[in-house]
């Protein structure tokens, strides 16, 4: 069975940084290109970050361009999620997702931005 | 402001039927493949729909999806009461250079 388990959320001031992290199992996690989803209280869903399967190509929407930074350890089956400079706008639950058709989530992690 | 743009909300009571439209434009719908997302009250989005008018396996074919030209639609039959969650579209776009964009989402209610 495909899981995806997201970790790392937490109360964080402004400006602050967090790394959030997501253990995949069920499935070769090396054979699938990953993504990072987050959803503001009571909002839709916005994209953030994509990476290859191999982690050579990576993408970012620009609402997090410079201040994110998307990786993963297929040796570990994670992906990970650094987020720096945090603003009150990033708070959400950020997911994480599998392949380009995003055919699984995990069920989320909760980041909360505010002093 | 989404990309895409989906009604608000939809409505339908048990057993009528429902549709959801998505609209875009050449660079994202028009030239790319519609995804369709559900979200239960308190749940992940799950997919529901792939490359325009596939089922994943599980989702019963009371979900069916279209797209012609920029515009999608999700359109469900036999409305059940589990069915009320929020719908998303998706598709990736081209001018942007981003993998993927989404509908605002629409909530739909059984009555």
Redesign the interface.
């Known amino acids: 069975e495909v899981q995806l388990a997201e970790s790392g959320g937490d109360l964080v001031q402004p400006g602050g940084s967090l790394r959030l992290s997501c253990v995949a199992s069920g499935f070769t996690f090396s054979r699938y290109e990953m993504n990072w989803i987050r959803q503001a209280p009571g909002k839709g869903l916005e994209w953030l970050a994509y990476i290859s399967d191999s982690g050579g190509m990576i993408y970012y929407a620009d609402s997090v361009k410079g201040r994110f930074t998307i990786s993963r350890d297929n040796a570990r089956n994670s992906l990970f999620l650094q987020m720096n400079t945090l603003r009150a706008e990033d708070t959400a639950i950020y997911y994480c997702a599998r392949a380009y058709s995003l055919d699984f989530w995990g069920r989320g992690t909760l980041v909360t931005v505010s002093s | 402001q ?1 990309v895409l743009t989906q009604p608000p909300s939809a409505s339908g009571t048990p057993g009528q039927g429902v549709t959801i439209s998505c609209s875009g434009s050449n660079s994202n719908i028009g030239s790319n493949y519609v ?1 369709w ?1 559900q979200q239960l009250p308190g ?5 529901l729909m ?2 325009n008018d596939q089922r ?1 396996s599980g989702v019963p074919d009371r979900f069916s999806g279209s797209k012609s030209g920029t515009s999608a639609s999700l359109a469900i039959s036999g409305l059940r009461p589990e069915d009320e969650a929020d719908y ?1 579209c ?1 598709s990736w776009d081209d001018s942007l ?9 629409t909530k739909l209610t059984v009555l």
Request: glycine letters at 14%; charged letters at 15%.
């Open positions: 989404s995804y997302f749940t992940a989005p799950k997919l792939f490359r994943p998303y998706a250079r981003v993998p993927w964009v989404f509908g605002g989402g």
